[in-house]
């Protein structure tokens, strides 16, 4: 597509429920980043792909948070059991690399804004 | 671990004017890439500028250009004849070349008035 879309837009859940939440990157981007912004603070790193690889997932803040990229391309980020606490905007970003490394900049999508109630 | 610190959490200029946005960031690393995003009150992610860590040349982008001090690990964002549609919040990121460090490290932003 034209850009990375995130689906859905906007999500309100009870806590203890599961969200997932849909990222599809820019056609032939080889990297895929999932963050997560609360209101007034920097985007904060959960985790990475490589293609269908998951490169790092150091920034993931427990085991209720998980992510999927099967075929390389759309990826979904899940949390289970949502607490209050996970309320937050969450990003994703993509990005076209060379067999040699990074080549620069992240695109990123509109976001998901999530609420647990 | 790579560390962005943007040290200013507000700022504030008068349209038409010049104002500069600080930040500074720790690495190891010698080849890595910083940028500049803004976020409007949409909360969409913007690219403003980029800047490649070989390159001695400071970039420009029409009104925006950065000061970049690599020996300092300094890299300001200056936004000369401010408009009030620079009215934001603006990220410094940092990212490495290779590996873990390819992972996009934001600092914890600035706020960015503009009086008309």
């Known amino acids: 597509g034209a850009g990375v879309s995130q689906s859905p837009r906007y999500k309100v859940t009870k806590r203890g429920q599961d969200v997932a939440l849909r990222c599809d990157p820019i056609?032939?981007?080889?990297?895929l980043y999932w963050y997560r912004q609360a209101l007034g603070q920097g985007p904060e790193f959960l985790t990475y792909?490589?293609?269908?690889?998951?490169?790092?997932k150091s920034g993931l803040p427990n085991d209720r948070f998980s992510a999927e990229r099967p075929e390389g391309s759309i990826s979904t980020l899940t949390i289970q059991r949502t607490e209050q606490r996970d309320s937050a905007m969450y990003r994703c970003?993509?990005?076209?690399?060379?067999?040699?490394?990074?080549?620069?900049?992240?695109?990123f999508g509109e976001g998901s804004r999530l609420t647990v109630l | 671990a790579q560390t962005v610190t943007q040290s200013q959490p507000e700022m504030s200029v008068q349209e038409a004017e010049t104002v500069t946005l600080s930040c500074t960031y720790d690495t190891s690393e010698s080849d890595y890439y910083l940028f500049w995003y803004k976020q409007p009150p949409s909360r969409q992610m913007i690219l403003v500028i980029r800047q490649e860590a070989y390159k001695q040349q400071n970039a420009t982008e029409n009104r925006f250009s950065v000061n970049f001090q690599k020996a300092a690990k300094s890299f300001s964002l200056k936004i000369s004849d401010s408009q009030l549609g620079d009215a934001a919040m603006y990220f410094c990121?940092?990212?490495?070349?290779?590996?873990?460090?390819?992972?996009?490290?934001f600092g914890k932003g600035i706020t960015l008035s503009v009086r008309p």
């Open positions: 970003a993509s990005s076209l690399e060379a067999r040699t490394g990074v080549t620069g900049e992240l695109f």
């Open positions: 056609s032939g981007h080889v990297s």
């Open positions: 792909f490589n293609y269908e690889a998951q490169q790092d």
């Open positions: 990121a940092y990212r490495g070349n290779t590996g873990a460090n390819s992972k996009l490290t």
